[in-house]
């Protein structure tokens, strides 16, 4: 039963001509599925409305092949195919009496269109800025061009009805063609539409207008907007822009200029941070407002509502991470919640143009495909018995999965304190949400009587036979190289196995250098900064060598690049790009232009190889050797998961053990089903 202090959460809210549920918003985000994959779009987006959620938008939904985004996959409404394909979504969404939103989008200069091969429209001839950097430029707009613009736009809001939405999107930010008008840096016009913020303003006005008078009746107008984090500071004049169309649509959907505030991670950015300005926002206005904060818990949540901050409780990630997150919080679950974690893989497989998926939540993208539920699944499929041993993210998932399931689990762990590298990982700089994945499934784990947990128990072989289980789920994990093979070295450096080379585990243990520390980066993503970070806070003079051409390539996909380098070189820490490893002697390391070949060598006393990692699997080795005798003593199935398997990250570790233990009993065949959300031809 829910709190009643929780109750002004489940109000309903009038927007326009129809009415909000519930204060819980799922605000437009990118799914990596769009128009490629309507179906998988559909039933994510329809689970989340099962989960609770008032408010279920689209993410940005493109008017006119002229606003063309490939290869990263965003809904369109271009004509009647798309109107059919959406009414999935809205269909799905309906069905548990959510409204639909549709967030209309027009790319402007960031337009590559490499699909239409149409040009891009905006406020100038300006290079694109695409996150695929074509050398291109958009057609400046003429009045005829702007025109026709609003043509598009009108003929989309009609399919945006036609389609079945119930809140239509006017959006006016995050650098496409209408935040490019108002922007006094790119709109340097002489026409109505440029030079004082009145006239800046102005399409987006006549755009609000026009989409009331053509949908108003049926539809709410929300716009899209971004005001400064810094609200002391606007050098755009976005809040005096704001003041003179405040009252028109009938939501406003906040967020701040910077994009790395608004989508940062948790390392650099905490729940709530851009508040100040939404309260601003909403002292101007009479209109409900919206806006993210990656809120995750409930206290947060409310205090927003009563504080007046904000109507509604805008979320991307959170939605993401638990889709069911409104319902639980209904049903007085609160515990059961998986808050988000903010590690960002949701927003980066979107970027890598392929469906998002969730370190805390593994069915999601799965929902359609594999018909996979984020919060029930199948009962067990006999009275088996199964034994995880290993409790870093893949066990920990394996066994939670599997007990929800109905079997009798034993979970084993070597170690005395249950969570792999979870433990070690949340303990470096940033990183101490990431300690949810362990602690939520820990938490499920305590309330199932069916699993029996045993830390500090090393099983081998012998011990395993002897338990007479009948399936094995092995996911003991890896361990990091020290020899430096990797990506750019395929044998070990020279010297490699000196003393003073200290591995990613030493260091994760609480290993702490005595002088001077090279860490040398082939790993690209969070570990060598976050190590790097963490010695240098405690004294130890630090250079980070990379063969790439900026440190930490891979984390450009979470959004965290930026903020990881500034944040390096606010610290001192020195980096050097485009440099393998070649040896390792005391006090010197050998170095090589990965461009020329060119040698060189830098002063350290320890090195740090962050490169790759090798499974921890021979137990389940020892116990292939022994199939034979494992099975004749009624055991059934062995297999190794997660790290043990194939080194990754976290999220593919949660999911190897969710797979594991929601296909447990299926044959080899439903296993390996799944459904394919594509274009079948017709030949007939």
């Known amino acids: 039963m829910r709190d009643p202090r929780f109750d ?58 002229s606003s063309d985004d490939m290869p990263f996959p965003h809904a369109s409404l271009w004509g009647d195919d798309d109107v059919r394909n959406l009414r999935l979504m809205t269909d799905a969404v309906h069905e548990h009496g959510a409204l639909a939103g549709v967030e209309l989008w027009y790319a402007g200069h960031r337009a590559a269109n490499m699909y239409s091969r149409e040009l891009a429209f905006s406020v100038d001839s300006l290079p694109n800025t695409a996150l695929v950097g074509m ?57 109505e539409y440029g030079g004082a913020a009145i006239n800046r303003v102005r399409l987006v006005r006549e755009i609000i207008e026009q ?187 394996a066994a939670c999965t599997l007990g929800h399931r109905g079997y009798s689990v034993i979970l084993a762990e070597a170690d005395t304190e249950l969570g792999g590298r979870i433990n070690s990982e949340s303990r470096l700089p940033g990183l101490s949400e990431w300690a949810r994945v362990r602690d939520w499934r820990l938490g499920q784990i305590a309330k ?31 361990k990091w190289r ?15 196995d000196l003393p003073n080379v200290i591995s990613v585990d030493q260091i994760l243990s609480g290993h702490v250098p005595e002088a001077s520390v090279v860490i040398f980066d082939d790993d690209h993503y969070y570990m060598a900064s976050a190590i790097a970070l963490k010695l240098r806070a405690e004294g130890i003079d630090v250079t980070l060598v990379t063969p790439q051409g900026r440190a930490g390539g891979w984390s450009y996909y979470t959004q965290e690049q930026h903020q990881t380098l500034k944040a390096m070189y606010d610290a001192g820490i020195e980096i050097v790009t485009d440099r393998g490893l070649t040896y390792f002697k005391p006090n010197n390391i050998g170095l090589e232009c990965v461009f020329s070949g060119s040698e060189s060598d830098i002063a350290a006393a320890y090195l740090i190889p962050v490169t790759a990692r090798i499974p921890s699997a021979e137990l389940w080795f020892e116990l292939e050797s022994r199939a034979e005798t494992f099975h004749a003593n009624g055991g059934l199935t062995i297999q190794r998961i997660g790290d043990c398997a194939a080194p990754g990250i976290i999220a593919s570790a949660v999911y190897a053990g969710h797979k594991a233990a929601r296909e447990l009993g299926l044959d080899i065949k439903d296993q390996l089903e799944i459904k394919q959300d594509r274009v079948v031809v017709n030949t007939t």
């Open 8 to 65: 002004p959460l489940f109000e309903p809210i009038k927007i326009g001509p129809v009415t909000a549920p519930n204060r819980f918003y799922q605000v437009p985000h990118c799914s990596g599925m769009g128009y490629q994959r309507p179906q998988m779009m559909a039933a994510m987006r329809g689970v989340k409305a099962e989960g609770g959620w008032g408010v279920v938008c689209t993410e940005y939904c493109s008017i006119h092949p």
């Open 135 to 191: 050398p291109v430029q958009s057609q400046a707009m003429t009045r005829a061009d702007i025109g026709t613009y609003r043509a598009w736009h009108n003929a989309a809001a009609k399919r945006a009805v036609d389609a079945g939405f119930d809140i239509v999107y006017v959006y006016a930010n995050h650098g496409y063609l209408l935040n490019d008008f108002l922007s006094p840096s790119l709109n340097t016009r002489c026409d």
């Open 211 to 397: 989409t009331l008078e053509t949908v108003g009746h049926r539809c709410a107008v929300a716009v899209r907007y971004s005001v400064p984090a810094e609200i002391e500071s606007d050098p755009d004049e976005l809040f005096e822009m704001f003041e003179t169309i405040a009252e028109l649509p009938d939501l406003w959907d906040i967020t701040v200029t910077d994009y790395k505030l608004e989508m940062g991670s948790s390392r650099f950015v905490k729940e709530a941070s851009n508040q100040a300005a939404v309260a601003k926002i909403k002292s101007l206005t009479t209109k409900p407002v919206v806006s993210v904060g990656r809120f995750t818990s409930p206290d947060t949540m409310l205090s927003q509502i009563k504080k007046g901050i904000q109507d509604f409780i805008g979320a991307a990630r959170p939605s993401i991470a638990d889709p069911f997150l409104p319902s639980k919080i209904d049903q007085g679950r609160i515990d059961d919640i998986r808050e988000c974690i903010g590690c960002n893989i949701c927003y980066a497989y979107d970027t890598l143009g392929s469906p998002i998926r969730c370190t805390q939540n593994p069915t999601m993208g799965e929902e359609w495909r594999r018909g996979w539920h984020p919060d029930r699944v199948p009962p067990k499929h006999a009275d088996e018995t199964v034994l995880v041993i290993g409790s870093g993210p893949a066990g920990l998932e």
């Open 448 to 478: 199932l009587s069916n699993i029996e947990v045993y830390p500090d128990n090393h099983l081998d072989a012998p011990a395993v036979l002897e338990l007479g289980m009948q399936h094995v789920i092995i996911a003991t994990g890896a």
């Open 482 to 496: 020290s020899d430096g093979v990797g990506r750019w070295r395929s044998t070990a450096f020279e010297g490699w």
